[in-house]
């Protein structure tokens, strides 16, 4: 979503708020922003499109000034455009917004009654009348700021700042992240500690219903009845690594290459391989006494749930309840005190999936977070954290947190089947042996690029896919659907390889390329049957399975991506770098903007 910044430095802050905006940039957004006060001035320059279009504008006008704001916006309100892009003014107000302001057309119709106009079709404008109102009638800056917050709905995180005091910023958050970085006489405003990477390491986090008065040489945070309120000052560790391609092209191609390696580090967290067992970390439950869990997610994350539920069912017999977290939180699903609920996020921020927790968290359901980011709000709301140990994944489609994501479960899932006396002792050892295996497999897939660019040369020839799998293959096969969609814009769906008699085979004829993914296990011969449905109607089938599956699978291919023979446990992981692949060089042939997709969001603050 949206990216934030603010300084209240020593220097001339723009450049350096620009330079924090590209960090932010894996967020996805549309425009971009910054403002500054100089001489009791503020000044503003915006941009339509992407940063160097702000960079081109701030070469040919400079903006002075040691305080500034800065923001990337992803449009809920208005259209991608300068007039729509933040910072908004108004009456030597200044405001950067993320999120939804949701009473904001009650709030226009009673400002433009008191005769504010509106140049812009954003929600956030609102924000800088209302402050700007409370000043007109007296109120001192902090003061106009605190009486405007208490008037609004919905979530949003803001920095706000006054053209008639070159030492102030307010900031505040409700629902979307916002971070304080301490600096020696100078004082910083982030959506996330990389954005505040290169200028400090000290990070104090604002919890939700907090805002925040930042000058050069201090800060107070209060909640907002106006009480004054400590929080945690900490070190951040996102300023330990490097947010750059290598010398890949695009960000997306440089984590689908470092899956071995954090998978690998991922794995070892949760299990011994020297003594073939899951780690004895403390968990606020027991595995042994529940009777189900929950597990909950959105886009990607929630495809990596579907694929624990069937590894929990199977393996250790226990009973799953799972959802997209936009419907898992309004169902209202009746939670026993039996119950274990976990949710899965990359950024730790999606909204949908905090709501669902803290619906969880009344239930007075035990939780866990699988997450990537460990200072996030699931992170700390919950009993405890399950880190993917990713590092900062900057393209807008996942790919290594996936992964990282199935790591957690599958030994999560070793855990809870030793614990459940599912599984003996020697099967314990023979899972995580598979699993500790899951690196070198995954760098033997990787060889496999040079193929996977062929064929995806020719998958961007058509305009619709479909993909089809069985058991664990069917959540990949809708991970494969959703990778190629996001980034290369083809349409593709993924489904159920059984489901192909009960409807999508009306589709399939010689402009439907069907993916099939089918390692050759217990079922391979059930899947090998739909294959020779799509055959028969002239489809052109992609079949990515292992040596044994190639040999028997008794019908002709446009191509056949031989992976590895891997334990059936964690083909899974596996598995998901070819598709990976497949998407993201397409997307390559398309010509699309492959870490940014259109209308696509990193992070989800919002509903």
Avoid at 521 to 530: A, G, L, M, P, Q
Avoid at 533 to 560: F, S, W
Wanted: glycine content about 8%.
């Amino acid at each position: 979503m949206c990216g934030i910044v603010a300084i209240v430095g020593k220097s001339p802050v723009a450049p350096l708020i620009v330079d924090a905006l590209k960090r932010l940039e894996y967020r996805g957004y549309d425009s971009a922003g910054v403002a500054t006060v100089e001489h009791g001035k503020l000044g503003r320059r915006r941009a339509e499109g992407k940063l160097v279009n702000l960079d081109r504008r701030l070469k040919d006008e400079p903006l002075g000034g040691t305080i500034g704001i800065g923001h990337t916006r992803w449009a809920t309100h208005g259209v991608p455009n300068e007039t729509n892009a933040h910072p908004h003014f108004s009456d030597g107000v200044a405001i950067v917004h993320n999120g939804i302001i949701e009473n904001f057309a009650e709030l226009r119709d009673e400002l433009r009654r008191d005769g504010y106009e509106f140049t812009s079709q954003t929600d956030t404008e609102v924000v800088a009348h209302l402050v700007a109102r409370e000043l007109a009638q007296g109120a001192a800056p902090v003061d106009a700021a605190h009486n405007a917050l208490k008037r609004l709905q919905g979530a949003f995180a803001l920095a706000i700042m006054f053209s008639d005091d070159e030492d102030l910023i307010v900031g505040a958050r409700n629902g979307p992240p916002l971070a304080v970085g301490h600096g020696e006489g100078e004082m910083f405003l982030g959506s996330d500690a990389i954005a505040l990477a290169p200028f400090t390491n000290s990070i104090t986090y604002l919890e939700d219903g907090d805002w925040v008065v930042v000058r050069s040489n201090a800060m107070q945070i209060f909640d907002m009845d106006g009480n004054k309120v400590e929080r945690r000052r900490q070190q951040s560790l996102s300023t330990s690594f490097m947010v750059d391609k290598g010398n890949r092209r695009h960000f997306m191609e440089k984590e689908i290459h470092e899956q071995p390696e954090v998978i690998g580090h991922t794995l070892a967290h949760y299990l011994d391989f020297t003594k073939g067992a899951a780690r004895p970390f403390d968990l606020p439950f027991d595995f042994a006494s529940l009777d189900r869990i929950a597990i909950s997610a959105c886009g990607t994350a929630y495809l990596a749930g579907l694929i624990g539920k069937y590894w929990f069912e199977r393996y250790a017999r226990l009973p799953v309840d799972i959802d997209v977290a936009s419907e898992f939180r309004y169902r209202e699903i009746p939670i026993s005190k039996q119950s274990a609920a976990f949710f899965v996020s990359q950024s730790g921020e999606t909204a949908d999936t905090l709501a669902s927790l803290r619906y969880c968290r009344k239930a007075g359901v035990p939780i866990g977070a699988i997450v990537n980011v460990r200072e996030s709000t699931i992170a700390r709301e919950s009993d405890i954290v399950l880190p993917t140990l990713a590092g900062p994944e900057i393209g807008v489609a996942s790919t290594k947190a996936f992964t990282c994501q199935l790591s957690v479960l599958a030994a999560l899932a070793v855990r809870a089947a030793s614990a459940r006396g599912t599984i003996s002792p020697d099967q314990e050892r023979a899972m995580v042996r598979s699993l500790s295996e899951v690196p070198r497999f995954a760098t033997q897939a990787l060889k496999l690029e040079g193929q996977i660019e062929q064929v995806s040369r020719e998958l961007s020839h058509y305009r619709h896919v479909l993909y089809l799998g069985r058991d664990t293959n069917y959540p990949l096969a809708m991970e494969g659907a959703l990778k190629l969609k996001e980034i290369s814009y083809i349409h593709a769906e993924g489904y159920a390889a059984g489901e192909l008699k009960h409807g999508p085979i009306a589709l399939i004829d010689e402009q439907m390329p069907v993916i099939v993914i089918a390692p050759h296990d217990r079922i391979f011969e059930k899947t090998v049957s739909n294959m020779q449905e799509v055959a028969a109607r002239g489809g052109k089938i992609i079949l990515i399975t292992d040596r044994k599956g190639a040999a028997n699978a008794t019908v002709k291919t446009l191509e056949t991506i031989i992976l590895p023979d891997v334990p059936e446990f964690v083909a899974p992981i596996v598995y998901a770098l070819p598709i990976q692949m497949l998407a993201y060089y397409t997307a390559v042939f398309m010509g699309t903007d492959v870490d940014q997709p259109r209308n696509l969001a990193k992070s989800v603050t919002v509903e």
